[in-house]
């Protein structure tokens, strides 16, 4: 059996190996016409995602806004991209606050990515800082509690 798949190799290379210059040439043609017709694909291909204002704008119709006044609007991507939802964050000059931008396939889709959004950001909110923790630790190493001792006699 292993003798057979050798020679199957040993075969398949041989006839791999006598390309004649027409056959490169006509694999060549191939290859650059694979290679422009995909890239005209990939210039068509709609963006997803985070995108500038005059991008989302030009999509289509429906776009929507939100005043987030949370510089975190970052954390806001990932959820976005599992939901489908192109948006686009805008930073009103002189103020610190922004404007988001949205659109959304379904109205579905836009309650559902908000809604997990705001469930993770009041999960960060209630957790404790580590910094917070650490103060406190350090403090309980610079005056440390004074334990109390008992002292038992042995009964006699």
């Given at each position: 059996?292993?003798?057979?798949?050798?020679n199957?190799?040993?075969?398949?290379?041989?006839h791999?190996s006598?390309?004649?210059?027409?056959?490169?040439?006509r694999?060549?043609?191939k290859?650059?016409?694979?290679a422009k017709n995909?890239?005209?694909?990939?210039?068509?291909?709609?963006?997803?995602?985070?995108m500038t204002?005059?991008?989302?704008?030009?999509?289509?119709?429906?776009m929507?806004s939100?005043?987030?006044?949370?510089?975190?609007i970052?954390?806001?991507?990932?959820?976005?991209?599992?939901?489908?939802?192109?948006f686009?964050p805008?930073?009103?000059?002189?103020?610190?606050r922004y404007?988001v931008?949205?659109?959304?396939?379904?109205?579905d889709a836009m309650t559902?990515?908000?809604t997990?959004y705001t469930?993770k950001?009041?999960?960060k909110?209630?957790?404790p800082?580590i910094?917070?923790?650490l103060?406190?630790?350090?403090a309980?190493?610079?005056?440390?509690?004074?334990?109390?001792?008992?002292?038992?006699?042995?009964?006699?």
């Open positions: 059996m292993q003798e057979d798949i050798e199957k190799v040993v075969v398949l290379i041989e791999c006598k390309l004649t210059a027409s056959e490169l040439r694999a060549l043609e290859v650059l016409a694979q995909g890239h005209s694909q990939k210039q068509t291909k709609e963006a997803h995602g985070r204002v005059k991008e989302l704008a030009a999509k289509d119709k429906g929507q939100i005043e987030v006044n949370d510089g975190s970052g954390s806001f991507n990932r959820v976005a991209r599992k939901y489908g939802i192109d686009a805008f930073k009103v000059k002189g103020e610190n404007l931008f949205f659109k959304a396939p379904d109205a559902a990515a908000f997990e469930q950001q009041i999960r909110a209630s957790r800082s910094l917070q923790k103060e406190l630790f350090k309980q190493v610079k005056h440390p509690k004074k334990e109390k001792t008992r002292h038992k006699e042995p009964e006699r």
